[in-house]
């Protein structure tokens, strides 16, 4: 008997439309021999299956179930593909943890740490991972730029603390341009990151644990953007080069495969998680800027380009992640 699973998408942030396009890609690769898919909208105004041409099917809140035509579907996995609240912060994952129902993702506690970028660097430098200097600024708590500057030395870049896809990030190069820069994040988010800038080649990693339950480090991605850094526009409109697997040498590639795989177990991470570095040549060792425990999955995400550089199908890929959630 097919697998049912429950594709949940949407989400209550900006992200949502990077939800549903990385659904779209997912759903289309999907083994429907193996499984019957329900992509699940988690929306605002509430949570809905809907089959092709047919009326909006609430979803059952106590047991996450949907009763089409009088049957009743209960699902045996969640595949995630919500960025952002409640999908990436650990909320449904406490959910579906009290339901018993098996998931694509980190849990909860690793989910809302990692959502919180100023705690994922914590717990990182805690354990020996290398990242930038930092601030960590509250709407509720005053704050003064000439006070994050006798800190912190510019260049530096401000951006919300939870959330996404660079929006609301900037970069900040002069005095005059950081209380709008922070302004600009806290329009996102009511916690904002203030953090030194490190010179270097970014690159950005995917890894997840298969069903045997080894961490597999995807082929690595060098992001040049053609702007200042990898905002959203270079993220999802063109505006930067992504070569993977990176040109780097060898030495390079052994550091990095072995910093996002100790990022990864230090973290207690599940299902596929990017992570983004700088590489610092002066020190010759990689920074850790970020982790993303529900990365975009859409054609233009950076994910899929490193499964195909591996030589796998994005079939094959999302069966280890649901096979390896049913062996969690």
């Known amino acids: 008997m097919k697998k049912k699973i429950a594709l949940v998408t949407g989400g209550y942030s900006g992200e949502a439309v990077i939800s549903y396009k990385s659904a779209k890609t997912v759903e289309a690769n999907i083994n429907k021999d193996n499984y019957e898919v329900y992509v699940i909208d988690i929306a605002k105004d509430g949570w809905w299956y809907t089959a092709d041409g047919q009326a909006k099917i609430a979803v059952n809140k106590a047991d996450f179930s949907i009763n089409i035509a009088g049957k009743c579907i209960q699902f045996d996995c969640i595949l995630f593909c919500i960025h952002g609240t409640p999908g990436e912060d650990g909320k449904l994952q406490g959910y579906f943890d009290m339901l018993q129902i098996p998931y694509t993702s980190c849990d909860a506690a690793t989910s809302a740490i990692t959502f919180n970028k100023r705690y994922t660097v914590a717990v990182a430098a805690f354990s020996g991972i290398s990242v930038a200097k930092s601030m960590h600024l509250f709407k509720h708590t005053a704050y003064s730029d000439q006070e994050i500057l006798q800190q912190l030395k510019l260049p530096v870049f401000v951006k ?169």
């Open 160 to 328: 919300p603390n939870n959330g996404g896809s660079s929006i609301g990030m900037s970069k900040v190069n002069n005095t005059h341009e950081l209380l709008p820069a922070i302004e600009k994040a806290f329009k996102e988010d009511n916690q904002v990151l203030v953090e030194e800038y490190i010179a270097g080649r970014e690159f950005t990693i995917g890894v997840f644990k298969n069903k045997e339950g080894n961490i597999i480090v995807l082929p690595i991605t060098e992001v040049i953007a053609e702007k200042e850094f990898f905002d959203y526009e270079a993220k999802y409109e063109g505006k930067s080069r992504e070569i993977t697997p990176a040109q780097i040498p060898f030495n390079w590639q052994q550091q990095l495969e072995a910093t996002a795989k100790n990022v990864y177990a230090i973290l207690n991470c599940n299902g596929i998680v990017r992570m983004d570095f700088i590489w610092n040549e002066a020190v010759q060792k990689p920074y850790l800027l970020e982790v993303n425990t529900v990365p975009g999955q859409s054609e233009a995400s950076i994910v899929p380009q490193q499964v195909k550089a591996m030589g796998w199908s994005l079939q094959e890929f999302y069966t280890q992640l649901i096979e390896a959630a049913f062996n969690k």
